[in-house]
């Protein structure tokens, strides 16, 4: 059972609540690890989730580069197969109107074919990052988020080059906490900012593929587009 207050981690209701698994329990193939993260969450928070977590899910699982991952490929089926439903109606035509045909050079640039690609939204997969950043606070605290506190996260590969010398100051600076792993799926560092016990440092990372760099800070700091 989740170990903070039995108070709704996102809007404080304590009210119809359920688990809230910190990431999304679809990422982990069966039989799941049996340290999976969960926190509470109120149904109606949960309930509006889950058009994200799948896009999440889907889009992760079935990138190129996390073929190197055991768990990725079986995920990635089964995210398939769970959009083909008709209770998903829409999902896979939207996804499959972003695939497109892109060139594929060696580090050399040499041509050597062409592979399918999609686009991205970072927008979505920072809106479920940031409720791994505001999940993990929690749990790690065993306390909530203080009020006018907000959680927000962003893909590294989001980061634009003028950006680079804070963000490897940042990763700098929280890459140095010893890591924690669900399984090989999901690994994380985090990091409390000295003097401030509401604000923290998240590092984690997807199918050993994609990572993510959240954090909690006061609402009125928060210059990122995507928080919780």
């Not at 340290?35 to 109606?44: E, K, M, R």
């Not at 907000?150 to 590969?157: C, I, Q, W």
Request: glycine share 6%.
């Amino acid at each position: 059972m989740a170990a903070v207050p039995k108070t709704c981690v996102y809007c404080g209701s304590v009210a119809d609540l359920t688990r809230d698994h910190i990431p999304p329990k679809s990422l982990f193939n069966k039989p799941r690890p049996a340290n999976l993260i969960t926190v509470w969450a109120c149904g109606s928070c949960n309930k509006t989730f889950k058009n994200d977590d799948d896009y999440f899910w889907l889009t992760l699982a079935s990138r190129a580069e996390a073929a190197r991952n055991s768990e990725a490929g079986g995920a990635a089926l089964r995210a398939i197969k769970h959009l083909a439903r008709p209770q998903a109606a829409g999902f896979p035509s939207a996804f499959l109107a972003t695939v497109q045909p892109v060139e594929v050079k060696t580090a050399s640039g040499l041509y050597i074919g062409n592979r399918l690609a999609y686009d991205v939204s970072f927008a979505r997969l920072n809106r479920v990052a940031a409720r791994i950043t505001r999940g993990l606070f929690c749990y790690v605290h065993r306390a909530l988020l203080a009020p006018g506190y907000v959680a927000t996260a962003r893909a590294l590969e989001g980061f634009t080059p003028e950006a680079d010398t804070d963000l490897q100051q940042l990763l700098a600076f929280v890459g140095a906490e010893h890591p924690h792993s669900v399984g090989s799926v999901f690994s994380y560092r985090f990091k409390p900012i000295p003097d401030n016990p509401e604000s923290a440092l998240v590092l984690f990372e997807v199918y050993q593929t994609t990572a993510f760099l959240g954090l909690t800070i006061k609402g009125a700091d928060n210059v990122w587009t995507e928080w919780i």
